[in-house]
């Protein structure tokens, strides 16, 4: 038999601890549960995560999950189940984080109890009571007949709704609360006269529709509603009164109270933007809403759906711009011609590659090999916005800002135009698209900084209003800010789309702004390694940075020193020069619109590489 040596034994041993560890940290379970049941989860110190799942059976199955960030088993969770089902998380002192992931029958009644963890609740359920204190709730349920009461104990309400709530009411002892029902059918309409409950769990009250008396509310068939002309059911024969049958509920009451957490009514978590105030629309956010974008415009009007309406009633009628889903393309029609397709070539880095020649390039159509006859670098002029974030973060260092706004503007090529737009609590356009530095330089020096950071506000104005005519020309963002946002009426998230579609290559520049306060006290500083811990960005922020350059294109330069944003704009202008001009022989004519054909498929022989096609059109040596 074969030894161990005492070294091998001890590494075996610690690969098993670490795998015990890691196979202990989660467990499952499965439960039941009575039809129309009840279950009660308490977990002080972590997150609850419940969705109901359609069943038939008198006794459902409940699939379970706890999970830890350390070691856990059965025996650290209290678990009773059958007519009704509790899970309880005791306190222990520890800061041992416990999350909890159950899959309940519908209509079971819930409620859930914890402190700073976070909750959600998807699925038909009867009843949702939840209590906590500093943790978010959110909810993804039916909105046929819901019934809603919402306190918060210690705090200002903040919440968002994916449909019109009741007022907010101050209650006492600083106190606030907002209680109502909502009908996605129109049941609860104002119009018809919608008012508070009593309880967030009041049974409805009738089902008799007061304005056509003697008929049920609903779709069933003809005998299964009564008309003023039948006989009442009292004159019926026992053999033709039909019997009684309790219809299901289809309510959903939800019962919330906390301290000062934040409450989603239908709205995912990842769309909530930094701000949950209502207050009147910026000059962004109209521009937004008049650009016609559905995703940034619904993400506005949830942020502050009273001056969204007030807003949309001042506007003409829309009108209906052509979109991709509709549009028709030509027939190709066999053709031989010369066509120019104009395309980066970029690493897994999303950085331009230089240097490539038309034997660098492969063309098909159709599956079919084309002769690639030229590829040039394109000379033609790029549109670049510069957007300055001058929120009240730099508001003592506006020179530092100007500065470094006129470094970029003499480092790019002269025939590209530029346009400067700043922003803090809103935008403003400081100088349209010039090739004039000197009048872009004299605008610098008409702002001053202060105020919030609507920064993903900006961002989607750039596209939505900045770039918008540009459309099929090449567009660039270059942005300068510490990436934190404050103040937008938008998510970050809704951006995704729009910058997608417009095209633009993004270039986000985060410079910290302990960072640009440093540099301003002593320019010729260099950050010392502990220094830099305190001048950082956040995760989210650097998260952030990262995701814009990648779905746009761009590339992503986090500044750790001040030296950095000069390199930072000398390699952007070198990025958004490289591009290629590539003609080919093809056998179909050029589409009007310029769009590529899905037949067209054109690859770099240079490995780990790739293509992306701006535009195909008819050659101009033709």
Partial sequence: MRHLTPIRFAVISVVLLFTAAAEAQSFKRELKLSRGGRVEIVNPAGRVYVNA????????????????????????????DGENARIEVPETGSKKRVDISLQVPERTT???????????????????????ETGTIATDVPTDDLRYSLLWIESRPRFLADFEVEKVKERSAGKFGLKGKFSSTGKYSKE??????????????????????????????????????????????????PKKQKPESKT???????????????????????????????TAAKSIIRSGDSVLTEAIR???????????????????????ASATRVVEEKVETDKQAILRV?????????????????????????????????????????????????????????????NFVDTVNGNDRV?????????????????????????????????????????????????????????????????????????????????EESGALIYPLYVPSALVAAASANPNATVDPVRSRYTGLSQKAIGEGEKLAKISGGVYYPISQVSDIQGAYDD???????????????????????????????????????????????????
């Fill in 53 to 80: 799942v359609p069943s038939t059976e008198e006794v459902a199955k409940m699939a379970l999950e706890v999970s830890s960030s350390a070691a856990i088993d059965e025996s650290d969770v209290k678990i009773t």
């Fill in 110 to 132: 819930l409620r859930i109890t914890t402190r700073d963890g976070e909750v959600r609740v998807s699925g038909n359920l009867d009843t949702i009571q939840v209590e906590t």
């Fill in 192 to 241: 018809k006269g919608n008012t508070d409950l009593s309880s967030a769990d009041e049974t409805a009250k009738s089902d008799i529709n007061p304005n056509q008396p003697g008929e049920k509310v609903g779709t069933g068939s003809g005998s299964d509603r009564l008309t003023d002309t039948e006989p009442a059911p009292e004159e019926r024969s026992s053999k033709e009164r």
């Fill in 252 to 282: 959903v009451s939800l019962n919330f109270t906390t301290a000062r957490g934040i409450v989603l009514l239908n709205v995912p978590p990842n769309e909530v933007m930094s701000d949950l105030r209502e207050r009147p629309l910026t």
């Fill in 302 to 324: 949830r942020a502050s759906p009273k001056y969204f309406g007030d807003y949309m009633r001042t506007l003409p009628p829309a009108r209906r711009e052509p979109v991709l």
């Fill in 346 to 406: 970029t690493d897994s880095f999303n950085r331009a590659i230089a240097g490539l020649t038309a034997e660098d390039f492969d063309i098909t159509e159709a599956g079919e090999p084309r002769q690639v006859l030229s590829a040039q670098p394109v000379t033609a002029p790029v549109n670049l916005v510069l957007l300055l974030d001058v929120s009240g973060s730099v508001d003592n260092y506006v020179n530092f800002i100007r500065k470094a706004a006129r």
């Fill in 419 to 499: 346009s400067l737009v700043i922003f803090n609590d809103d935008v403003k356009v400081l100088s349209g698209f010039s090739t004039d530095r000197e009048k872009l330089s004299a605008t610098l020096d008409t702002f001053d900084a202060g105020g919030g950071t609507a920064y993903y506000d900006a961002v989607a104005y750039t596209l939505a209003d900045t770039l918008r005519p540009m459309r099929g020309e090449r567009t660039a963002i270059v942005i300068l800010t510490d990436g934190d946002d404050n103040r937008s009426f938008l998510p970050f998230d809704s951006l995704i789309g729009a910058i």
């Fill in 572 to 622: 952007i202008v070198k990025q958004i020069r490289t591009a290629y001009s590539v003609t080919f022989r093809s056998a179909t004519a050029a589409d009007p619109q310029n769009r590529p054909s899905p037949r067209l498929k054109i690859r770099s022989k240079r490995p780990g590489t790739f293509v992306i096609v701006n535009s195909v059109a008819q050659s101009r040596s033709n």
